[in-house]
């Protein structure tokens, strides 16, 4: 069975500091691993995903996330965060194409002006 | 490109009901998801539809059911709600082959369950 740990489920930043959301994963193959973010009263956006080839990936609005098998972990950041950037984000892992989306709890990011 | 869609936006439903909720996946995919996401949880796996089949299921009682069409859009069945079925009802459409291994979520359903 597969499952994903997002540690802490609040996150609060500063405006221009550096955001990091934690993502440990649990699969018995190699994972496929997303992150999504949720604005309030809406559906999820793919922000970045793994599939297996680079383990550093680039995702939408300066977001990035590098893929460490060693420590089973998929963390999301962002150098210099913005106000826009205060939503709901979820890790998901999946066994690949066709599988199902085994999600996190989600971590709700705060940013202070 | 329309993106995926879902309707109706919001329903009010109370114990005992029955409800559909209806998605139309993204242009160019075959396969879609329900997910089922509580208030301040994740989503949940309900099922998945490809050719008019469902093809996998999560942990959900027989009262969900479901049914893909021949142009892929997509209902999800709810019977004798319960209070404890209120929440967002994700749509995520993907395609079977190349590509598919991403889902791409509609704006969702928000069912409250009197």
């Known amino acids: 069975a597969q499952s994903v740990t997002q540690l802490g489920s609040h996150v609060s930043v500063s405006e221009g500091a550096l955001v990091l959301l934690r993502c440990n994963y649990s699969?018995?193959?190699?994972?496929?691993l997303f992150w999504y973010v949720q604005y309030p009263n809406q559906g999820l956006q793919l922000l970045l995903k793994?599939?297996?080839?680079?383990?550093l990936v680039k995702g939408i609005n300066g977001f990035e996330a590098e893929f460490k098998k060693s420590e089973t972990s998929f963390h999301l950041t962002k150098p210099s965060a913005h106000m826009s950037d205060a939503a709901e984000y979820f890790c998901?892992?999946?066994?690949?194409?066709?599988?199902?989306?085994?999600f996190g709890t989600g971590t709700s990011l705060t940013v202070i002006p | 490109d329309a993106g995926v869609t879902q309707s109706p936006t919001h329903l009010i439903k109370t114990r005992g009901q029955q409800v559909t909720l209806r998605c139309s996946p993204k242009?160019?995919?075959?396969?879609v998801s329900w997910y089922q996401q509580a208030l301040g949880q994740g989503p949940q796996f309900i099922f998945q539809?490809?050719?008019?089949?469902?093809?996998q299921r999560g942990n959900f009682p027989d009262r969900f059911s479901g049914h893909q069409f021949p142009n892929y859009s997509s209902e999800l069945n709810v019977n004798a709600l319960l209070l404890g079925d209120s929440a967002l009802y994700l749509c995520?459409?993907?395609?079977?082959?190349?590509?598919?291994?991403?889902?791409?979520f509609g704006p969702g359903t928000r069912l409250l369950v009197l």
């Open positions: 995520a459409s993907s395609r079977t082959f190349s590509g598919g291994e991403t889902q791409y």
């Open positions: 699969s018995s193959v190699p994972p496929y």
């Open positions: 793994y599939t297996s080839a680079a383990t």
């Open positions: 998901a892992v999946s066994e690949g194409t066709g599988n199902q989306f085994y």
């Open positions: 242009s160019g995919h075959d396969t």
């Open positions: 539809y490809y050719e008019e089949e469902e093809r």
